[in-house]
């Protein structure tokens, strides 16, 4: 009317976990985008000025009311912390619970809330326990016992019962990632494993069962899981509802291995059923030897990689599927090829000087 053209609302996003390898790539994803401001939320914050940080204690509900009760723009809450937990040890269902539930009871009275987003992940269905179903589908009944997936969930559904807000969750599946400080990291951890059989003159050998070998899984490259969460929050279709977020593909390890073992220049190997915690305890001699041959990063390799993580990630012997038919259907068609992940995060840890 006046010639004046305002500006389209921005949306503020409060990212719970941001300094972590998922709320990164919800940060950048959103950042990118144009139209975010965003906040991240650590116990720790990096020492950096690139955005806004809020070091909280989200376990700690007096410390959310001191640190939080004061965001009142924030419009989304994208929520990827979790309570510190050893590899191979239940995580605390009632610790990561009240995380949740304190981040969202302080910010709901004051905030322009639209919208809560909490990550959770493919144990909804309980393969971890033994084979289930396939393919694994959002309607498929919960696992039996307590996870903090369910009670986040519960407490999301009876919070925003009436409310201004909505909610969604996601549910990956082994994460994968091209960063290179964070230790529980499978295509990192593969690719450390084939310098060591290398040096040591060994082929790679798959470090499962044959039946393991065999077996269909799959993965979530996480900045594919950072667009879906993000188009999860914005089409209010998704509302009230959890989603898989996987590559779309669902090889078996015996597909892969031959092709991941070219990469380093070795040969494949046979299925060994070897526990990775036990045969890298005395490695870390070899692996500096590696770093020294070849100049890379001064690293310790039981600081680089999580050996147990490998051990759950190699140790199913059904198939692990999970549908993405209900986000196909309702518009979100994006895919990758897991292969195609692989190479490029070899390449870029090469790059990076951690592998040679």
Not at 92 to 109: F, K
Not at 200 to 220: C, I, W
Not at 232 to 241: E, F, G, I, L, V
């Amino acid at each position: 009317m006046n010639g004046i053209t305002r500006a389209p609302p921005r949306h503020v996003a409060l990212i719970a976990g941001a300094s972590g390898l998922i709320g990164r790539r919800i940060t950048e994803h959103l950042r990118s985008a144009g139209d975010w401001d965003v906040i991240g939320l650590a116990r720790n914050p990096p020492a950096t000025h690139a955005m806004r940080w809020v070091g909280v204690d989200l376990a700690d509900l007096e410390d959310c009311r001191r640190k939080l009760a004061g965001l009142d723009a924030v419009t989304h809450v994208f929520y990827a912390a979790r309570f510190d937990h050893p590899e191979g040890k239940p995580e605390s269902a009632g610790i990561n619970a009240a995380m949740l539930r304190n981040l969202v009871t302080v910010l709901e009275p004051a905030a322009r809330l639209k919208h809560v987003h909490a990550v959770h992940g493919s144990k909804y269905y309980g393969h971890q326990l033994g084979p289930v179903p396939v393919p694994m589908c959002e309607d498929t009944p919960r696992a039996q016992g307590r996870n903090f997936y369910f009670e986040q969930e519960d407490f999301l559904r009876e919070r925003s019962a009436g409310a201004r807000w909505t909610y969604s969750t996601s549910r990956p599946h082994s994460f994968c990632d091209p960063a290179i400080d964070q230790p529980r990291s499978l295509g990192l951890l593969i690719a450390v494993f084939a310098a060591i059989q290398r040096e040591l003159g060994l082929a790679l050998d798959f470090p499962g069962s044959a039946a393991a070998f065999e077996a269909r899984t799959q993965f979530t490259d996480l900045a594919l899981l950072a667009r879906a969460i993000a188009w999860m929050a914005a089409d209010p279709r998704c509302a009230n509802q959890g989603f898989n977020v996987v590559n779309g593909d669902h090889p078996r390890w015996s597909q892969l291995w031959p092709r991941m073992a070219s990469c380093f220049g070795l040969a494949p190997g046979v299925p060994r059923a070897i526990k990775l915690a036990e045969f890298m305890r005395d490695k870390g001699q070899v692996w500096d030897r590696i770093v020294k041959q070849h100049g890379l990063r001064a690293t310790r390799v039981d600081a680089l990689v999580l050996w147990p993580y490998g051990d759950y990630q190699f140790r199913p012997e059904w198939d692990v599927v999970s549908s993405m038919a209900k986000a196909r259907a309702l518009g979100f068609h994006e895919a990758v090829d897991s292969w195609a992940m692989f190479a490029r995060q070899f390449e870029h840890y090469r790059a990076s000087g951690v592998v040679p």
